[in-house]
């Protein structure tokens, strides 16, 4: 069982790591996510993924995170599509690997990544969106404040198909739970 679980931004030496583990969980997260070239699961890809990720973060669009459970590589955690001014708002996706799973790893970094957000990030907003047969990744939310606030209909194109979500939000001034 992880004891410390952090988040550390994505470097490009992550590469090879992130290419493993997107490797070993391919079939575990294909249900979950947008259909990938094999190039993805390469170290080549990862490097191409990481350089466009650095390149995000220092022009404040998005923030990629290593989920570190102990000293492993547990898990992707990304804050994306932040915009600014009045808005001050972003999106919060993260995958645990499978052998991860049920440890509290996922409610761990997402609060992590909230106080982060809500600190240092100077965000008002986070949203987040999730299959509806997800109820694992919807406990996860609810555990770190966020209220469900409906469904959008063929939100995102998932393992090739236009696939329905349930949104999440939460806001800076709600309390942690």
């Known amino acids: 069982m992880v004891q410390t679980v952090r988040l550390r931004p994505v470097e490009i030496r992550d590469a090879a790591a992130l290419a493993a583990l997107y490797a070993a969980q391919r079939a575990f997260l294909a249900p979950f996510e947008p259909?990938?070239?094999?190039?993805?699961?390469?170290g080549e890809g990862q490097r191409a993924a990481l350089?466009?990720?650095?390149?995000?973060?220092?022009?404040?669009?998005?923030?990629?995170?290593?989920?570190?459970?102990?000293?492993?590589?547990?898990?992707i955690l990304s804050v994306s599509n932040v915009v600014r001014k009045a808005f001050q708002s972003a999106t919060v996706g993260y995958f645990v690997a499978l052998e991860w799973n049920g440890q509290g790893i996922a409610t761990a970094a997402v609060g992590v990544a909230v106080s982060w957000a809500f600190g240092p990030a100077r965000l008002h907003r986070l949203e987040a969106a999730t299959l509806p047969d997800n109820v694992g990744s919807q406990r996860v939310l609810l555990r770190n404040g966020f209220t469900e606030i409906g469904l959008s209909p063929r939100h995102l194109r998932i393992a090739g198909v236009w696939r329905d979500h349930i949104l999440f939000a939460r806001t800076a001034n709600e309390p942690t739970p």
């Open 35 to 42: 259909i990938h070239p094999d190039s993805f699961y390469t």
């Open 51 to 75: 350089e466009h990720a650095v390149a995000l973060m220092h022009q404040d669009q998005a923030y990629r995170f290593c989920i570190v459970g102990d000293d492993a590589i547990v898990g």
